[in-house]
């Protein structure tokens, strides 16, 4: 070997490898997320604008807190640049449920308005839970990082903007009295968009799995109206309901029930449809003799099994939401055929059966539109369009 040869070759010895690059990055990208999380669990919240009549909300670090006998403790709250004495509520509020005590060092939420002589009074509310939370966010980032790399931050972008959709979008128009339905139906496009093109990338797979969705949507929706009038639904069967009715009466609360119904089955939906396109696009790249027929018939092979395991998964999700309530109908001592009658069951039970009924037939209703759109192997695969597919 020459001496240009070995020089170029001990170069090349010296250079990190590909894994070894990729984990450098991985690295630095857990490191960033890691301060992340950092922030979220140490970032104070601005104080609350007080409301006209002078109350309103604070947040701060106990300090200390000094037992007086024959009266409610007292802590000694940090706010800001400022040191609070304010009052800690009796232990027992509710009669019989004992909470735990609030303990020095802990950020607290302090709740002030002004008492009889104009001065302020201050009165520990609440524990602030956000700087938990953001742990707890920061470790699904981490852990789907681990797991599905630049896919799972994706998909966390992802709901972190169909959440921005729901809140910035359909909640604002459904308050200002249009219609829930409509709405939704147009948020949930956006939504859908996010979730499957930019999770999984734009190719015609990912059309595929949007317009099956698209068209299980629909179908969703109408069994969703169909039921809820059969079941003669109203919307008031729950104390939300009755608040919502006295704040905010422009709200069309069977409306809401139907929009419910459908942003509930939206996430089980995209899945499944990913999923079968992904199957039936693979099958007809690796067997292009494959007829509609054969191909319509191994992706439902596959279907099955998912729908299976994703309406368990939907129900138990549903039962695991409505357990208080189960505990409560059981206390009550109400017999089956009441409890069904019962419109605050009924709309969960309408809920879980429509949504279920829509992730069923999602699978065939996608399943059919890939097998014809991919017989034949006509279109060309795009780079990286069957990398996401779930492999079975």
């Known amino acids: ?37 950092a922030l979220l669990g140490t970032v104070d919240a601005q104080p609350q604008a007080a409301s006209s009549d002078g109350m309103g909300y604070l947040e701060g670090r106990i300090l200390e807190i000094v037992e007086h006998t024959g009266s409610d403790p007292v802590a000694l709250v940090q706010v800001g640049e400022r040191v609070i004495q304010a009052l800690i509520p009796p232990d027992d509020p509710f009669g019989g449920i004992e909470l735990p005590p609030y303990r020095v060092g802990e950020r607290v939420e302090l709740y002030y308005s002004p008492g009889r002589d104009g001065q302020m009074t201050y009165v520990v509310s609440d524990w602030v839970r956000r700087p938990a939370l953001g742990w707890l966010v920061g470790l699904f980032a981490v852990a789907a990082f681990a797991v599905a790399r630049f896919t799972g931050l994706r998909a966390i972008a992802s709901t972190g903007a169909s959440l921005v959709i729901v809140i910035t979008f359909i909640v604002p128009q459904i308050l200002a009295g249009a ?12 939504i859908l968009v996010m979730a499957i093109y930019f999770v999984h990338g734009v190719n015609w797979s990912t059309t595929a799995a949007l317009v099956g969705t698209l068209l299980a949507v ?36 069977k409306g809401l029930l139907l929009a419910g119904v459908l942003i509930g089955a939206l996430g089980a939906l995209t899945d499944i449809t990913i999923v079968q396109a992904s199957v039936v696009r693979e099958l007809a790249h690796t067997n292009p003799k494959l007829t509609l027929t054969e191909l319509y018939t191994r992706g439902m092979n596959v279907g099955r099994d998912h729908v299976g395991s994703l309406v368990n998964t939907l129900v138990l999700a ?25 419109e605050l069951v009924a709309s969960e039970v309408v809920h879980t059966l429509v949504g279920s009924i829509g992730l069923v037939l999602a699978v065939p209703i996608t399943t059919v539109l890939a097998a014809w759109w991919f017989r034949g192997d006509r279109i060309p695969l795009a780079p990286g369009e069957l990398s996401h597919a779930h492999h079975h």
């Open 218 to 253: 629909v179908v969703t929706m109408g069994l969703a109206i169909a039921f809820t009038d059969l079941a003669r639904l109203t919307g008031l069967g729950t104390e939300d309901a009755i608040f919502i009715m006295a704040a905010a009466p422009q709200v069309a609360l």
């Open 179 to 190: 219609n829930p339905v409509l709405v939704s139906l147009v948020g949930v496009g956006g």
């Open 318 to 342: 549903y039962t695991g939401a409505s357990l208080s309530l189960l505990i409560l109908l059981n206390v009550g001592e109400f017999g089956l055929a009441r409890a069904l009658n019962l």
């Open 1 to 37: 070997m020459d001496g240009a040869a070995a020089t170029a070759t001990r170069r090349r010895s010296r250079r990190p490898s590909l894994l070894v690059r990729s984990w450098r990055r991985s690295g630095r990208l857990v490191g960033v997320l890691a301060l992340l999380i």
